[in-house]
């Protein structure tokens, strides 16, 4: 398998490098030079499989530098019933990302995917619980260190400490908006003493903690100097592993390869639902892409017309949703690539007017940068928006019909998936976390706290270690540097 960067950049690294490397060294994304194809047959043969094999099957189309025995030791090292604990009741934690019906009348049927089961109650623990083991293993054999700088708006950053912490030769270093994410999220991250685990609060919004991120990866002196990697979901392997979660949905729900699902994901970033572009790239029979933002719509006003205007931090809303409080989504360059039918200068023009001048229009009419919008269509994608309104009567709607209390973002996939239901396909939304983590609005909604999993009952009240910075990635570059020793 080669890789190439959706800038063009001439190099084709193999899937070890650009684990450890995250951005291309143009500022580009990596994906693979052809996406891999599943055939029927091999659908039919994956129907059997446990999570861990069915990891390993489409992990193997994508890691080819990693011998097979070692892949498949790492994925059924990660995905076991003892790490996916964390399970609604009625819910079996050995299939990993159970399936729910919630609505199944006139035709149109609704399911949730529990991805929400992993250490930090929240479906990035997916891919970064694999992508732990995966630099820890790669790491050894080339015995070498890794210091992992990354950004998140409140999932990923527990995910991936939880993930890395006690992990040889790795350190992370993981900025979060300060004050902006909930009370649940802020405790998970700060309380860990762990001494290979640094949280910096940058006075800003997350977009800022991206950039950062961004600047780091793109200063490549300092990168190699430093021996600096990436969790957040421009890190291609962290992706790859989603891809996983969309084949095991689809197969569970559907009992033949003629029969055809859509998913709605509340998204931020576009990661999340990359992977199921990405997905439906490699065969898997996908009907629509349903994406669904916040009160933060960049995603949804692309979809809708074509324009991809990003957002100031001034202009960026702090919701009830945190984790979408995302005005820049990262992964959307890698959609643009394969929209804009791979050509890289195309889409190296086009970001960097993103930087420049706060996004592009695909429209076609005058003055806009092209007219490809109209080809959205044929990748399947829809969309559609949520406020603080919406979630809190999509909390109660869940709870009086379903009996199941969800948390505010996949309240959001809920609201906009039931807007997209289709005759005779079946709505699969992604599930983004336990309730647990979003308490304020549970509470807001319902009149009552939102029960949780055992371990978590006092986490807020534990000590915090973290380090309060202004917006300036100078700053949090001589904070690694004086804490790594390099």
Not at 429 to 453: C, H, M, S
Request: charged content about 25%; aromatic content about 10%.
């Amino acid at each position: 398998m080669q890789y190439v960067s959706t800038r063009g950049h001439s190099a084709t690294p193999s899937f070890s490098e650009i684990l450890l490397g995250g951005l291309a060294p143009d500022g580009g994304l990596y994906l693979p030079s052809q996406y891999p194809q599943v055939s029927g047959a091999e659908l039919d043969q994956w129907r059997k499989l446990s999570y861990a094999d069915l990891a390993f099957e489409v992990l193997k189309k994508f890691a080819t530098d990693i011998p097979e025995a070692d892949l498949k030791a790492l994925a059924h090292k990660t995905y076991t019933a003892d790490v996916y604990r964390n399970t609604r009741a009625g819910e079996d934690a050995a299939q990993i990302t159970p399936l729910r019906t919630l609505e199944d009348k006139d035709g149109k049927k609704l399911v949730l995917q529990g991805l929400s089961n992993g250490p930090t109650l929240a479906f990035k623990d997916m891919a970064m619980q694999l992508l732990g083991n995966l630099f820890e293993y790669a790491l050894a054999k080339k015995g070498t260190e890794l210091n992992i700088v990354g950004a998140t708006s409140g999932d990923t950053g527990s995910a991936a400490e939880y993930a890395m912490r006690g992990k040889q030769g790795i350190r992370v270093f993981m900025l979060s908006p300060h004050k902006k994410m909930s009370a649940f999220q802020t405790a998970q991250m700060f309380s860990l003493q762990d001494p290979n685990i640094f949280n910096i609060a940058v006075e800003g919004v997350f977009d800022d903690c991206q950039d950062i991120v961004k600047a780091i990866s793109n200063d490549l002196d300092y990168k190699a100097a430093k021996k600096i990697g990436t969790v957040n979901s421009i890190n291609w392997a962290r992706v790859v592993a989603q891809v996983v979660y969309y084949f095991r949905g689809y197969l569970a729900a559907t009992s033949s390869n003629a029969q055809k699902v859509s998913f709605t994901v509340p998204s931020g970033n576009f990661g999340n639902i990359c992977a199921g572009h990405i997905a439906r790239m490699m065969g898997l029979p996908i009907d629509k892409l349903v994406v669904a933002t916040n009160e933060n719509d960049v995603l949804d006003e692309f979809f809708r017309t074509g324009v991809y205007r990003v957002r100031k931090s001034a202009e960026t809303y702090h919701t009830s949703s945190p984790s979408m409080d995302i005005s820049k989504a990262s992964n959307f360059e890698r959609f643009v690539y394969d929209l804009l039918g791979r050509d890289a200068a195309r889409v190296k023009a086009l970001f960097h007017k993103v930087e420049t001048a706060g996004g592009f229009d695909l429209t076609g009419k005058p003055g806009s940068d092209g007219d490809e919008f109209a080809s959205v269509i044929k990748y399947g994608f829809a969309s559609g928006r949520s406020t603080h309104a919406d979630r809190l009567d999509t909390i109660r709607f869940a709870e009086k019909n379903y009996g199941i209390t969800v948390d505010t973002h996949t309240a959001d996939g809920i609201k906009v998936a039931r807007e997209n239901l289709t005759l005779g396909v079946t709505m699969i939304v992604l599930e983004t976390a336990l309730p647990a983590k979003f308490n304020e609005t549970i509470r807001e909604a319902l009149g009552r706290d939102a029960d949780r999993p055992a371990g978590f009952e006092n986490i807020e009240a534990l000590p915090q270690r973290f380090e309060v910075m202004p917006a300036d990635a100078a700053r949090v570059k001589s904070f690694v540097a004086e804490h790594t020793g390099l």
